[in-house]
């Protein structure tokens, strides 16, 4: 699975982005997630959408302000950002989680940055 975000970049504190990811294939991915890696500080998952369940989960640091969501029938997943908050800077990364296997697939990521 080969995937590309894009939607990044310079945003207000307040403000909001909303972050795309166009997968290849759909084709036996059973999550889609988010995640994101700012310097310094280690990985965090901060959305994730299970596509048999319609599931979706966040971390507490995003509840309440970012929405994840997929258009199947576009091989998309979205990233919904409201209320950006400074400690949001991170490069985000789109990734898909397989199904019956332990693999992951990564996108090369995008940069959102939120400063004044």
């Known amino acids: 699975v080969q995937l590309v975000e894009s939607g990044g970049g310079l945003v207000q504190p307040g403000g909001s982005l909303k972050l795309s990811c166009v997968a290849s294939?759909?084709?036996?991915?059973?999550?889609m997630n988010w995640y994101r890696q700012a310097a310094g500080k280690e990985r965090e998952m901060v959305a994730q959408?299970?596509?048999?369940?319609?599931?979706?989960s966040y971390a507490d640091s995003v509840k309440g302000r970012f929405t994840i969501s997929i258009d199947s029938a576009k091989n998309m997943a979205y990233l919904q950002m409201n209320g950006l908050k400074p400690e949001d800077t991170a490069v985000y990364h789109c990734?898909?989680?397989?199904?019956?296997?332990?693999?992951?697939?990564w996108g090369q990521g995008t940069p959102v940055t939120v400063s004044s």
């Open positions: 294939t759909f084709r036996h991915v059973y999550a």
């Open positions: 990734v898909a989680k397989m199904a019956g296997i332990s693999a992951s697939y």
């Open positions: 959408f299970v596509i048999p369940d319609d599931y979706t």
